[in-house]
């Protein structure tokens, strides 16, 4: 099992990314799929959610209406697009698999 994700960079603010986190070695698409990110020196937080089918999808007040979170079962992938970037969204974004499986998590830096 294993979740790599990708798409970090540095970003100014107001600006978009767009993260990637591919699935292997397991059934992707039975699983629903979580985005979380931490910053330095704060805990883990929830950012964004989606289910199995993709039919549902939930986000932390935090993100809600800049954040899009997506996936395509063909490609055992799930997306974040991430737009109107905020300083405060510097972290590095995590995928969780519904099972438990984390990914190795993708630096995102918003700064002029």
């Known amino acids: 099992v294993q979740l790599v994700e990708s798409g970090g960079g540095l970003v100014e603010p107001g600006g978009s990314l767009r993260l990637s986190c591919t699935a292997s070695g397991f059934t992707f698409s039975s699983y629903a799929m979580s985005w979380y990110r931490q910053a330095p020196g704060k805990e883990r937080e929830w950012v964004a959610f989606i289910t199995s089918a993709g039919g549902s999808t939930k986000y932390a007040d935090s993100v809600k209406g800049r954040f899009t979170i997506s996936r395509d079962n063909a490609k055992n992938t799930v997306y974040l697009q991430m737009n109107s970037l905020k300083p405060e969204d510097t972290a590095v974004y995590y995928c969780?698999?519904?099972?438990?499986?984390w990914g190795q998590g993708t630096q995102v830096t918003v700064s002029s």
């Open positions: 969780k698999a519904s099972m438990g499986r």
